[in-house]
């Protein structure tokens, strides 16, 4: 059973592109979360998802970033226009259910360089 | 404000020593509480969960508490190797996400 699986590892975007991450949920994951994690910093809650709706995006910049989790396919997390201050990983992790206690499986994370 | 601490400073110890590690929290009232690992240049890997209603909970070599009365969890890994050093983070339930403190990295000098 494969894990949770980021593309690309390693993203370089000068400032101005976009820059669009891909994620897939372990199999049978229907919940899918985005973390933004700067250097020497902990991780930072941006985004949870469900197939085909966005469920919290209470941690997301209102303006240049939009997720999605299609009925088919991965999930995207799209910047746009990046900035230097973008520059971090970002991991994405799965988990199987809503329930309380269900542990969340990150992805190796998608780092994430703006020059 | 809402707060997950854990100790800032790298936490060294020698091998076969026990590692305690510590996270308190603020103005939170998790239903239970997550330790997660991370190695550098790697996504966190879930260790431990304990729940409100739980004093304790062993996993092997690791042993987690949680005191709701005093906001805070130890996490504590006995018979440390150096295999064990990494970044350890706390983690809390809240609404319909995962909350994480800062970490703390832990180092196993052999």
């Known amino acids: 059973n494969a894990g949770v699986m980021q593309n690309p590892r390693h993203l370089v975007r000068r400032r101005g592109q976009e820059a669009r991450l891909r994620c897939s949920p372990m199999k049978g994951h229907s919940h899918v979360y985005w973390y933004r994690q700067l250097p020497e910093e902990g991780l930072k809650f941006m985004v949870y998802?469900?197939?085909?709706?966005?469920?919290?995006e209470s941690g997301m910049p209102k303006e240049r970033f939009s997720a999605e989790f299609p009925k088919e396919g991965p999930s995207i997390l799209r910047i746009q226009q990046v900035v230097r201050g973008d520059s971090a990983a970002y991991f994405c992790a799965s988990s199987p259910g809503t329930g309380e206690d269900h542990e969340q499986y990150f992805g190796p994370g998608t780092r994430l360089t703006v020059t | 404000s809402q707060k997950i601490e854990q100790n800032s400073e790298a936490l060294n110890i020698q091998e076969g020593k026990t590692a305690t590690l510590t996270c308190n929290y603020t103005?939170?009232?998790?239903?239970?509480l997550q330790w997660y690992r991370q190695d550098p240049g790697r996504g966190p890997v879930f260790l431990l969960l304990i729940r409100e209603n739980e004093k304790e909970k062993r996993k092997e070599r690791l042993k987690v508490t949680f005191d709701t009365t005093l906001k805070q969890s130890l996490f504590h890994i006995t018979a440390s190797q150096p295999a064990d050093s990494a970044t350890y983070l706390c983690a809390l339930y809240n609404t319909d996400k995962l909350i994480f403190g800062t970490g703390t990295r832990l180092q196993v000098f052999p």
């Open positions: 998802l469900q197939k085909e709706n966005i469920i919290d």
């Open positions: 103005n939170y009232s998790p239903a239970y």
